[in-house]
């Protein structure tokens, strides 16, 4: 085995490496290098693999995680111009810094990536949207890896995308990049669109709070956050969970909260939603790991 280049931990907290502050220890937490290193990682780990960006999306329960975690925020994240309007994005950039680099780059379609708390590689595998756009519509290509550590470049047209769903050719993909593609911005209104979107997050988001952005998917026809407050749920607390007082489809740690905490007042919140609108709501974060 090629020396490992990257930054390795044992029984590394994961509530240190998630949005919501909470999670108990993988067995081995691993920040690759480069793609390279990645690739040297994965063709000698056997156990099971939880992909980490930006720890937003994502609960991982109090009993942690029996496996490795890879984190490829801080690791793969380049931005390249490829052409005009075409850029290959590494899975671990910032969706916000993402907007923020096409706008200064004189490109549109691209400021609603500042209302995504994450990074890309979350972006493309749930196909993340915020303000109307949506992380597929502009992937051209995408470069994955397996978990023999063996990299390849697939059309979009392989993956079948959906609604906050995204299915690949195998279950097994990593997203390590994407090809993507902007118009150019003529009329120059891309920069106001994105400090519009910014400041009205910062007005009805709890921006600042531990949380992992929003928690339920919206219904057909319907908004999640909107069926919540009408449940009467906006502040409802279970342990040191709390739904937000300033948007319905937040949960945040309020400091004390433990994942169970959280993973109980999802359940509580679906059960109430049911109860009063009929509506079953689905979440949107991922669920991990082991109770404690």
Same mark, same amino acid.
């Given at each position: 085995m090629t020396a490992l280049r990257g930054e390795l931990r044992e029984h590394? !907290? &994961?509530a240190r490496h998630t949005s919501w502050r909470v999670g108990g220890?993988?067995?081995?937490?691993y920040? !690759? =290098?480069d793609g390279a290193d990645l690739s040297?990682? &994965?063709q000698h780990q056997h156990s099971a693999c939880l992909w980490l960006g930006l720890g937003s999306n994502l609960l991982v329960r109090d009993g942690g995680f029996r496996g490795a975690a890879v984190t490829l925020y801080g690791s793969l994240d380049r931005i390249q111009t490829l052409a005009a309007g075409r850029l290959r994005v590494e899975a671990g950039v910032h969706c916000a810094r993402l907007a923020k680099h096409c706008v200064a780059q004189g490109l549109a379609g691209a =400021?609603?990536?500042a209302g995504i708390p994450g990074s890309l590689g979350g972006a493309l595998a749930m196909n993340a %949207?915020?303000?109307g756009g949506e992380t597929w519509e502009r992937v051209r290509s995408v470069e994955v890896m397996d978990r023999q550590g063996v990299r390849r470049q697939l059309a979009a047209t392989e993956f079948e995308v959906a609604y906050r769903s995204v299915i690949g050719p195998r279950p097994d993909l990593l997203f390590v990049a994407a090809e993507l593609e902007f118009a150019a911005d003529h009329e120059g209104l891309e920069a106001e669109r994105l400090r519009t979107w910014i400041s009205k997050r910062r007005e009805t988001q709890p921006? %600042? &709070?531990p949380s992992c952005g929003s928690v339920f998917r919206n219904p057909p026809g319907d908004h999640a956050a909107r069926l919540i407050e009408a449940a009467g749920l906006k502040g409802r607390c279970v342990g %040191?969970?709390?739904v937000s007082e300033k948007h319905a489809n937040f949960i945040i740690n309020t400091g004390s909260a433990s994942a169970a905490d959280i993973e109980a007042l999802i359940s509580l919140v679906r059960t109430e939603v049911a109860a009063s609108a009929g509506i079953q709501l689905h979440p949107e974060v991922r669920i991990v790991g082991e109770p404690a």
């Open positions: 590394e !907290p &994961l220890p993988a067995d081995i937490w920040r !690759p =290098a040297n990682f &994965l =400021a609603f990536f %949207g915020a303000h921006v %600042g &709070l %040191g969970a709390q």
